[in-house]
């Protein structure tokens, strides 16, 4: 089966890359793309590790296939702040310890970033639910939950 | 695995039909899980997510239409969508998580067929359409008649359910879906209830229609409900009468997540609950 042909664009830059039907955008990300912040859980679309905003939605890459990507834009982890500009989500994650190992941390960033990104000033309900699809098995999620909310904070008090 | 993307509703329909064995993927929420586990593994994938019908909601003369590629989190985000149906919408926002909801469409949660889907009881209350095309045409059929059983649908070889239409309603309806889950999120129903009213103008039920859903092989329309409700005012005894028949048209199996005996209880508290909730929705509603 020859490979599909896709051009898409990841984190604003154009992309092209070639992929197998049954891959994944999870897999293409880390494996074609080298993009590896973007980490592979579950693969069934239960954890929220490899967490992506696609076409300004919040989506598991796991599930999504690769050749769908054709015309989308799509940001990972990778396109969020920069090292030397975190986002303030991540600038909250890194001050409130909101993370342990780590390997829940991008996909929690990607999605925080989602949430206010169409909720400035979420309440904890709200962040709560927002992120009960990223699962995280050493914090116990509340420093995740407080890093949110200290970041909605930040990013209110910016000026515009 | 071959992957197609029509942009026709007609193309699909043709490439299901020359592909022996070819899945549609609209949200794959499902079939993605399936392909990696192995449990399907088709010859092709016929992704309708680029045929513009599918991807719409829109509102007509006849009430809304909703494409059956939709996905969850673009039914919340239609304000006159979920004001009019409060019930679908939450059940659509009730299925999986944020980004679970980003993907997972209402033709796929029909189509699965899974007995405790939760938008179906909540389509089902609210006398959805399905609107279906194959390759002998289009057809229309109430939503209750696609699933036959768990995984198992009446849709032929060929044919794809391409939109539900939600009926126009008239002034002081409302629904609503509830469903039990152990948890707060991220859970399948170990019972769900769609109950759907209209009032007459001093507060009496003019018309009902409740769906209930995880308690038999498939959701089911309760019977008895307009006998029940029509004509009261929702009250205690009517409530009670409610749940009664709700246990009793359930025909519920044991499972890790629930016994007979606990499903039929819960399901009756639920049609109770989601009726008091629908019945203070349609006296708010114009």
Redesign the interface.
């Known amino acids: 089966m020859a490979k599909s042909h896709v051009s898409t664009t990841v984190n604003g830059d154009p992309v092209e890359f070639l992929c197998d039907a049954p891959e994944t955008m999870l897999d293409v990300l880390r494996n074609t793309l080298g993009l590896t912040g973007t980490k592979e859980g579950c693969g069934t679309g239960d954890c929220g590790a490899c967490s992506i905003i696609v076409d300004g939605r919040l989506v598991c890459g796991c599930l999504m296939l690769a050749v769908e990507a054709t015309g989308k834009s799509i940001t990972t982890i990778e396109g969020i702040g920069a090292p030397d500009r975190l986002h303030p989500v991540q600038q909250a994650f890194l001050e409130d310890a909101a993370l342990q190992c780590g390997f829940c941390t991008p996909g929690f960033i990607v999605a925080a970033k989602a949430l206010l990104d169409r909720n400035p000033d979420p309440s904890e309900t709200e962040i709560r639910y927002w992120l009960a699809g990223n699962l995280c098995r050493c914090t116990g999620y509340d420093k995740i939950v407080r890093a949110v909310q200290h970041a909605a904070a930040e990013m209110k008090g910016q000026p515009a | 695995?071959?992957?197609q993307?029509p942009a026709s509703i007609e193309e699909a329909v043709a490439a299901l039909a020359s592909i022996g064995g070819a899945r549609v993927?609209a949200?794959?929420?499902d079939l993605?899980?399936q392909?990696?586990s192995g449990t399907a593994s088709p010859a092709a994938?016929i992704?309708v997510?680029n045929i513009a019908a599918l991807r719409a909601i829109t509102e007509t003369a006849d009430g809304f239409r909703i494409g059956a590629a939709v996905?969850g989190?673009e039914i919340t985000d239609h304000a006159a969508l979920v004001a009019a149906w409060p019930g679908v919408a939450e059940a659509a926002g009730l299925i999986?998580?944020?980004?679970?909801q980003?993907?997972a469409s209402l033709g796929g949660n029909v189509c699965n067929a899974s007995p405790a889907a939760d938008t179906t009881p909540a389509l089902i209350a609210a006398r959805a359409v399905a609107e279906i095309v194959g390759p002998n045409g289009r057809r229309s059929i109430p939503v209750e008649q696609i699933a036959t059983g768990p995984g198992k649908t009446s849709l032929a070889e060929g044919e794809i359910v391409v939109s539900f239409l939600l009926p126009r309603r008239p002034a002081r309806s409302a629904d609503a879906y509830l469903r039990l889950i152990p948890r707060?999120?991220?859970d399948i129903a170990v019972a769900g209830a769609g109950v759907n009213l209209t009032l007459d103008a001093d507060g009496t039920i003019a018309d009902a229609r409740v769906g209930i859903g995880a308690v038999a092989p498939t959701a089911l329309v309760l019977d008895a409900a307009p006998g029940i409700l029509v004509g009261t005012k929702c009250d205690e005894a009517t409530l009670a009468k409610l749940a009664e028949a709700a246990g009793a048209a359930a025909r519920p199996i044991d499972d890790k997540r629930g016994t007979v005996d606990y499903r039929r209880k819960v399901v009756g508290v639920l049609a109770k609950r989601a009726a008091l909730i629908a019945y203070e929705r349609a006296k708010g509603a114009r």
């Open positions: 695995m071959q992957y993307s993927l949200g794959g929420t993605l899980v392909l990696r994938v992704d997510k996905c989190a999986g998580s944020t980004q679970v980003g993907r707060t999120e991220m």
